[in-house]
């Protein structure tokens, strides 16, 4: 076969030019499978990573076990969480969150936060306390400024993002006892900062209002109300940065 090195295209000729200039396409507008910067799947036969990870259990301690996860381990709480009883699981390190300052003149472009999770007794949940998504510091939780991810509102789950107070709030409907998958997208698209709100790999809610640009930690917050009974579960979480935008 024969390839034409001036990199004009002949049906007849260029077989292998054709399969090249395919490749060299999907690699650029697909940019590759993207390098992971944060993977945790509690693999760990030693348990969890606190250089990764701080976990607050004033009396329900989670531990690595099977979960409901289909293919990984869940991080689980080991018993059923006390009434009133915060529970939490955040990151050590922060990530780059600055959807308005994003562009041509800045490396990052792009953050991506996914992770599995299921949890009993929604109805039991504190709507004011639980969050899952990226927080300023460490201790903050649904009631903090400056916040991204997904909260409750009357039991009903809700993509969030918060600015000084002020927010922009967008109910899904989910049965969060099931295994769901969350992802969340931080990005600048033509230059407007945006955060795309995935569940179960489906387009739930696209904000552009109320983007805190901070560096944030990847926060799990638990807390109980009513009779408590809540069991928390969180699967594979994995968090990176793109370059790039990737579609």
Not at 13 to 35: F, H, M
Not at 43 to 51: A, K, R, S, V
Not at 112 to 118: A, G, P, Q, R, V
Request: charged share 15%; with cysteine; proline share 5%.
């Amino acid at each position: 076969m024969y390839q034409d090195n001036t990199h004009t295209f002949s049906r007849t000729t260029d077989s292998l030019e054709a399969i090249s200039n395919a490749i060299w396409w999907l690699i650029v507008t697909g940019g590759g499978r993207p390098k992971i910067d944060l993977w945790e799947s509690w693999q760990d036969e030693l348990g969890i990573d606190f250089t990764l990870w701080s976990l607050t259990h004033p009396a329900t301690a989670w531990t690595r076990g099977a979960g409901a996860g289909v293919a990984a381990p869940f991080l689980v709480a080991t018993a059923p969480l006390l009434l009133n009883e915060v529970s939490q699981l955040v990151g050590n390190q922060r990530w780059q969150i600055a959807p308005d300052t994003w562009g041509t003149n800045t490396i990052v472009r792009q953050t991506i936060l996914e992770f599995e999770l299921t949890t009993t007794l929604v109805a039991n949940l504190d709507n004011g306390v639980c969050f899952w998504g990226f927080t300023p510091a460490q201790a903050n939780n649904r009631a903090s400024n400056n916040i991204i991810g997904f909260g409750l509102d009357t039991d009903v789950l809700q993509a969030v993002t918060d600015l000084a107070a002020a927010e922009t709030e967008t109910p899904i409907v989910a049965d969060l006892a099931t295994y769901n998958k969350f992802r969340i997208e931080i990005l600048a698209v033509a230059g407007v900062g945006t955060v795309l709100f995935y569940l179960n790999e489906v387009l739930v809610a696209t904000h552009i209002t109320n983007l805190p640009d901070l560096p944030m930690y990847p926060n799990f917050q638990f807390d109980t109300e009513g009779t408590g009974g809540a069991v928390p579960q969180i699967g594979v979480v994995r968090i990176w940065h793109h370059d790039a935008i990737i579609p």
